[in-house]
């Protein structure tokens, strides 16, 4: 991924006024496909390039059935596309916005925890001085 996304704080601030009640379905159903943490090793490991049904089945350790499933899912979403060769299938991402999404999520989840490390350092520093 070499593209660079710039995003205003003015289009943060008013990404609502412009947002009907279909799109928030829309945008509520994608954080419902990134909320199942399989799907997310998926994506993490389609990031590098793209992978057969067995390369994933062997990265993330589950069943075939199963990968399978949440591809098929994915694929459905327009988040991964698919390309067979022969008998092999391979996927790939196909919306980069949920790598971004998911970036943006992480860093926000290591920021928060940070704080509250730092919370509880100070605590335990006071309560014990």
Known sequence: MSKTVTITEEEVKTWHLNMPDEMLVAVSNRFKLLSEPMRLKILRFLCGQEHTVQEIVN?????????????????????????????????????????????????????????????VQKIQTNHSA
């Open 59 to 119: 990265e993330v350790n589950t069943s075939q059935a199963n990968i399978s499933k949440h591809l098929a899912l994915m694929h459905e979403c327009g988040v991964v596309s698919r390309r067979k060769e022969g008998l092999k299938c391979y996927y790939r991402i196909a919306d980069e916005s949920v790598v971004y999404s998911c970036y943006l999520s992480s860093k926000s989840v290591v920021e928060n925890l940070q704080e509250r490390l730092c919370w």
